[in-house]
């Protein structure tokens, strides 16, 4: 399967607990994006990586989510202290796009769905 | 005021039917809009992209009226699969980079 992955697919964690997904794009994308969507609404954007270049961050990331990709490739996101309003599905998706800008077609994972108890 | 605005439905209708969806979207400067399809516990998917010459796919046909920040889908012909949420999305591009503006969603359910 070449399609952009997601793992766990399924995380249930006690408040205020640690947890990190992990994000596999399609290898030959550059770009990354990770999105979080709860019932009800749409995907709502965090944060966007260009390589490894992280460009972007949304006012939704607040100071105990950080996101990483170390090698332009796979990327993580960590949330610090869950708290239960942290509940949500956590979508990555990949493009490639040139650095000068522009868009092409954003390929979805599958998604983790995170519940905090 | 929401960067994409859609009517959350759901729209209820029998196989055959034809369906259309409205979107409306705040800033002016956008530049790129896209319809993407979520299925129940799924990811969002591209169904297609908008032009502002308008553009078919089979029975999707899509519109975008820039005066006044509209976009629309149209399903002719309805199926059972095309049951699913319908999501307008507006790409917003600055000097960072890019990133999709999704509205909420709208719940089409299709019956025989």
């Known amino acids: 399967d070449t399609g952009v992955s997601q793992n766990p697919r399924h995380k249930i964690t006690k408040r205020g607990q640690n947890v990190t997904f992990r994000c596999d794009p399609i290898?030959?994308?550059?770009?990354l994006y990770w999105y979080r969507q709860t019932l009800g609404q749409g995907p709502e954007f965090l944060t966007y990586f260009q390589n490894e270049a992280q460009l972007e961050k949304s006012r939704l990331l607040s100071d105990r989510f950080s996101a990483e990709r170390p090698k332009g490739s796979f990327s993580t996101l960590e949330i610090q202290r869950t708290e239960q309003g942290d509940s949500a599905m956590y979508l990555c998706?990949?493009?490639?796009?040139?650095?000068?800008?522009?868009?092409?077609?954003?390929?979805f994972g599958p998604g983790t769905r995170l519940t905090v108890l | 005021r929401k960067e994409v605005e859609q009517d959350p439905g759901p729209f209820n209708v029998p196989e055959g039917a034809t369906v259309a969806f409205n979107c409306t979207y705040s800033n002016s400067a956008s530049q790129s809009f896209f319809w993407y399809r979520q299925d129940c516990r799924k990811e969002p998917k591209l169904l297609m992209s908008v032009y502002s010459s308008g553009n078919e796919d089979g029975r999707f046909t899509a519109q975008l009226n820039r005066a006044s920040q509209y976009i629309s889908l149209l399903i002719r012909d309805s199926k059972l699969s095309d049951s699913a949420t319908y999501l307008c999305v507006v790409l917003k591009i600055n000097q960072a980079g890019t990133a999709l503006i999704f509205g909420k969603g709208t719940t089409l359910s299709v019956s025989s």
């Open positions: 998706a990949s493009s490639f796009g040139p650095a000068s800008g522009g868009a092409n077609e954003q390929f």
């Open positions: 290898s030959e994308h550059n770009r």
